[in-house]
């Protein structure tokens, strides 16, 4: 075999080995990073549901207040109601005005007795129609307590398996970084400082701006510590507007806008689940609550997957 037979023969061997090495092994680090970064992503969507069902729970709740408030005074009122009628009804028995001829006998003229009979039997008619009233008002409150029942223990399941897959996505997410607890990071904040116009936008962005700095704690919507949806809803709520405690109902209360049409205080929504929100302030700019150890941050607008643009109604403002 030649020299230039040789030499070509070992550089292709040299080729092969690297491209084996190349497509044979991964890269750890990278792969760890991406296990960590979804695992992270289904954490939140797990939080912002959480979120939901205890908005839903919370109203539940309110209502079965409200019912319970009106069935425990209109108990007594039927009761009542009851007692009046029968002692009405044994009163008109006992003076035996019950019966035609009793009342023709005690009657001082046809005329008198007509007027009697027509007035025992309106009274008896209102003391029924009003017991019927109530106790048809008692039956109908009484079936909504019961749906309220129902759904009230439904939602506090969801509430429990919620909680519990959260526990045990932090525990995976544990595990993978090694056992060691994350320390909250500094604000991301790069210097830039949004305009406050003198509008409820502007009282949202501002109050948002004021957070930075402050902690991400799941579930929480202020004033020391923000998940994502509540930082955003306390923001609103400082403007005077009302959002819910999750990204995805927020997605459909907002107004759905353009990127084009993107102003300071409209709201971004990230990944297909809209299991995160940020806070848009001008400049390409977004404030929101990151994650589990991390600070209330200031990024560049496409950090993550967007899947939607929406503006709070605050013209009535």
Known sequence: MGLRSKLCTTV????????????GHADPATDRQRQLAGAWQQLEGVIERYNA?????????????RVNARLAPLQGRVAAAQRAADELAAALYRSGAVGSTAALIGADSPETLMDQLATLDHLERRRTTALNALKNTQRELGEERFQLDRLQLQQRAQEAELGARKATIESQLKRMQNGRARMPRGALVDGYRPVFTDDAAGRAVKYAYEQLGKVYQWGADGPNAYDCSGLTMAAW?????????NAARQKQTVTPIKREELRPGDLVFYYKDVSHVGLYIGDGRVIEAPRTGERISMRLLDYAPIVGYGRPDYTAQ
């Open 12 to 23: 292709v061997a040299g080729l092969i080995v690297l491209a084996a090495h190349g497509t």
């Open 237 to 245: 709520k400082a403007a005077g507007v009302v959002l819910p405690h």
């Open 53 to 65: 069902v205890r908005d839903d729970l919370r109203s539940t709740n309110a209502q079965l207040a």
